[in-house]
């Protein structure tokens, strides 16, 4: 069985930091990218994070500058830190990884509130 761990979500103050981890378990063979999502009540899902197995990232301006994406490939562990979190960064976030076919995470809820 396939499985995308996730863990590291939480409430966390205006400003604060936060980082999340997923390690997949279970054979997953030839992982192009590892990366996450979130999505809020109402919103659309928001790619926040991708990084590829050869390194390449990719972030979106809303979170670029404050978030980094980070992987393990032997571990096929990708971490997500988030620094100078605000109240719009609130979401379940969901940790994906890529081959032939997506792979999800069940999601952490992120709540940034003071």
């Known amino acids: 069985q396939v499985q995308l761990v996730e863990s590291g979500g939480g409430l966390v103050q205006p400003g604060g930091s936060l980082r999340l981890s997923c390690a997949a378990s279970?054979?997953?063979?030839?992982?192009?990218?590892m990366g996450w999502y979130r999505q809020a009540p109402g919103k659309q899902r928001e790619l926040v994070a991708r990084?590829?197995?050869?390194?390449?990232?990719n972030y979106p301006d809303s979170v670029k500058g404050r978030f980094t994406i980070s992987r393990d490939n032997a571990k096929n562990t990708v971490f997500l830190q988030m620094n100078s979190l605000k109240p719009d960064d609130t979401a379940v976030y969901y940790c994906?990884?890529?081959?032939?076919?997506?792979?999800w995470g069940q999601g952490t809820q992120v709540t940034v509130s003071s």
């Open positions: 994906y990884a890529q081959n032939q076919r997506n792979y």
């Open positions: 279970g054979i997953i063979f030839s992982i192009y990218a």
């Open positions: 990084i590829t197995s050869a390194g390449n990232t």
